[in-house]
């Protein structure tokens, strides 16, 4: 969902031209996790889908993952031009999230 938005930005935004292999996908991937986590969060605030897709799309141009979110200080919000609200916003439901992915991703490897 993100991608169809962001494309390749991160590749414009380096200058580079980078060769794409299938990317491994784990568990605990944290760019996978935090588009998941993103698509997850934003029904509970419908208004504000765009909004949190571009909060996750500036985390992960900066280098953060979902893993990250608890660890963000305030001015890493701001160079991320990511309003405090929002951040609170990201950081308030990461917790639950996370608890129901392990239940959801242990169901599914039995």
């Known amino acids: 969902m993100i ?7 991160r590749d414009d935004l380096l200058g580079q031209d980078l060769v794409r292999s299938s990317p ?10 935090m588009t998941l986590y993103i698509e997850w969060l934003s029904p509970k605030h419908p208004t504000q889908t765009l909004e949190l897709s571009l909060c996750g799309a500036a985390m992960k141009e900066h280098g953060w993952g979902f893993s990250d979110i608890k660890q963000i200080t305030r001015e890493d919000w ?6 405090l609200g929002y951040a609170r916003k990201l950081e308030k439901h990461c917790k639950q999230w ?13």
Request: charged share 30%.
């Open 3 to 9: 991608q169809q938005y962001f494309g390749n930005a």
């Open 24 to 33: 491994l996908t784990a568990e605990g991937d944290d760019d996978i996790n």
């Open 78 to 83: 701001k160079d991320m031009h990511i309003s």
């Open 98 to 110: 996370a608890k129901l992915r392990k239940w959801c991703c242990s169901c599914t490897m039995r």
